[in-house]
């Protein structure tokens, strides 16, 4: 058979409808040797048509109206959600001419619309505007004391290393930053009676996920003297929306969105030389198109930016100008309760995924059978060449919360360089993390992304011998040899680097930066491994008409040559 994985997680890129699928098999154990880079095989064989003319069609219909409703949508007095599932498809299958030509297609597509409320928590109108003098936080007993927050910008040293600064009277925070003002005049008002002291999950929203798959795929087969040929392709397709609980266009409205476009097709041969020797060879091409987006990518004008704060000098470092700002008041700070509890305001910074992958297989067999003995070898050859755009950014963030030792920039106790000191002891003194923004301390940062789009081939091939025995009625043997080789990935522009443990550093150190293709050093991201032997040994014996034992013994070896984190910059952590 041929692979159908990808070379960014190891993942399927083809799935054949189930009317398709002639069979489905699981083989974890008497593993055979044609079988590399896993513990276990998943094999799928397609369906050909016949001579007569087949077909069948399917409908699916779920609904809410014949939902229960949940538990948790009776506890918080909410109607059952949305739940609307239309699954549908068919297939039609047969001859094309008599005994020597066949098809066999079929089609499936899912409309599903799924609704889901959430409970989550958004600032009042005072707090928004950075009164806090209504706000409580939690004391070191959990119980809901008055907010307090300390001016950053006035302070008394009391040491070399100590500094206090001054508390504002009433958490009232004067003259607020007015790109904070701005950034939270986009959340809603509060809707629900909250469940504490804390106005914790003082918004209720409800949204209606939309899914939606299309998957097509394909078979014809043709018989001519010795020779079987086959030909399959499809192509699968899904899409999953999902809307924002609140905002709207440019700054927070739009939906997120991941799909896959994923195209294939396969060619093979099965050659019948003698009543006892067989060929097989195929080849098959498949791609993968994953995207991820979220947040507003496009309509933030400069205008917008001015009055977020952002210096129009700076503009040209954004990655992506347009894109609306990554604003999360609640992600840098120590407090705790009312006022470091807010929803995420706006999100999109790891959502701006663009992968595509071109993966080509080609295997090969030939199968002997010779009395008592079935002697097969064979091998086969993959080139997983994979692109991937996922910058990690878009255009600006707030608060700056990855580059700052500040923390919320408003506790109580702060040492030299901004951290903070021994003397913040108790919450109420720990201040308040959406202040930050207000205060306009450590506001935004820009960060240019990672703007190396890498375009990488994956190779992988393999050789293998494998040998069943049928020593007598009731024992049979399984002996097999498979080799492999994984080389360490390439990239067609040599913008990769590796570390050398062996090599010495500039300053003498142990432990060197590697840059593939330069000082001695091959493409591959890491040295090729030569001796990547997997012995296979099986047996089953048959106790009587009803009882089977099976065991085995095998090494394999797992993908190297595959794996992707969710940046250019990390390869396989």
């Known amino acids: 058979g041929l692979a159908v994985m990808g070379g960014g997680y190891n993942e399927t890129s083809v799935v054949p409808n189930t009317e398709g699928l002639r069979e489905v098999r699981v083989i974890a154990n008497n593993f055979s040797a044609e079988y590399g880079r896993g513990q276990a095989v998943l094999s799928m064989s397609t369906r050909s048509g016949i001579n007569d003319y087949h077909g069948q069609a399917t409908y699916m219909l779920r ?11 009776k506890n918080n007095n909410q109607p059952r959600a949305a739940f609307k599932v239309h699954d549908f498809g068919g297939a039609i299958g047969g001859r094309i001419i008599r005994d020597r030509l066949f098809f066999f297609s079929s089609y499936h597509a899912l409309r599903h619309d799924r609704g889901s409320s959430s409970l989550m928590t958004v600032p009042t109108p005072l707090e928004r505007q950075g009164n806090f003098s209504r706000t409580f936080i939690r004391d070191e007993a959990g119980q809901p004391v008055p907010a307090a927050t300390f001016d950053p910008f006035n302070v008394i040293q009391l040491g070399p290393d100590l500094f206090r600064r001054v508390a504002v009277p009433n958490a009232i925070i004067p003259n607020p930053h007015p790109a904070a003002l701005k950034a939270h005049s986009y959340y809603p008002d509060p809707n629900r009676t909250p469940d504490d002291a804390f106005n914790t999950n003082n918004f209720e929203a409800y949204v209606v996920q939309t899914v939606r798959r299309h998957n097509l795929s394909n078979r014809v087969d043709f018989l001519r003297g010795k020779h079987s040929l086959y030909a399959s392709g499809g192509i699968s397709w899904a899409e999953i929306v999902t809307p924002r609980p609140f905002g709207k266009s440019p700054f927070n409205g739009a939906p997120g969105s991941q799909s896959d476009k994923n195209p294939y097709i396969q060619l093979g041969d099965t050659i019948v030389v003698s009543p006892t020797t067989v060929v097989d060879v195929r080849y098959g091409l498949s791609r993968i198109h994953a995207k991820l987006v979220a947040g507003d990518k496009t309509g933030f004008t400069p205008e917008l930016y001015d009055q977020f704060g952002v210096p129009r000098n700076l503009h040209p470092l954004m990655l992506f100008f347009g894109e609306a700002p990554n604003i999360h008041p609640n992600s840098a700070g120590i407090g705790s309760g009312g006022g470091s509890n807010w929803a995420r305001l706006t999100g999109g910074m790891f959502n701006s995924k663009n992968e595509g992958q071109l993966n080509h297989s ?14 097969k070898m064979g091998g086969e050859f993959r080139n997983l060449l994979s692109n991937y755009a996922d910058p990690e950014q878009g255009s600006v963030n707030y608060p700056s919360e990855w580059h700052s030792v500040g923390n919320n920039f408003n506790f109580e106790y702060v040492t030299a360089n901004g951290g903070v000191a021994g003397d913040t002891r108790t919450n109420a003194q720990r201040g308040i993390n959406a202040a930050r923004m207000l205060y306009g301390a450590g506001l935004y940062w ?21 040998n069943d025995w049928r020593a007598t009625t009731k024992l049979t043997l399984n002996l097999g040899l498979r080799w492999e080789l994984q080389p360490g990935p390439t990239e067609r522009f040599n913008r990769m680097s590796a570390y050398d443990l062996e090599a010495k550093s500039p300053f003498g150190t142990q432990g060197a930066l590697a840059f593939v293709g330069v000082g001695g050093y091959s493409r591959n991201l890491w040295d090729t491994v030569y001796n990547n032997w997997g012995p296979r040994l099986g047996a089953a014996y048959q106790l009587d008409d009803r009882t089977v034992i099976r065991g085995g013994f095998g090494i394999t070896y797992l993908p190297t040559s595959t794996g992707y984190f969710p940046s250019p910059v990390d390869y396989g952590a």
């Open 362 to 375: 080609l295997t090969g067999s030939i199968t002997k059978i010779r009395g008592r003995w079935t002697h």
């Open 63 to 73: 609904n809410e109206f014949f939902n229960a409703n949940t538990f948790a949508n």
């Open 446 to 466: 820009i960060r240019p992304g990672l703007n190396v789009n890498p375009a990488f081939s994956q190779k992988y091939m393999a050789f293998y011998s494998q």
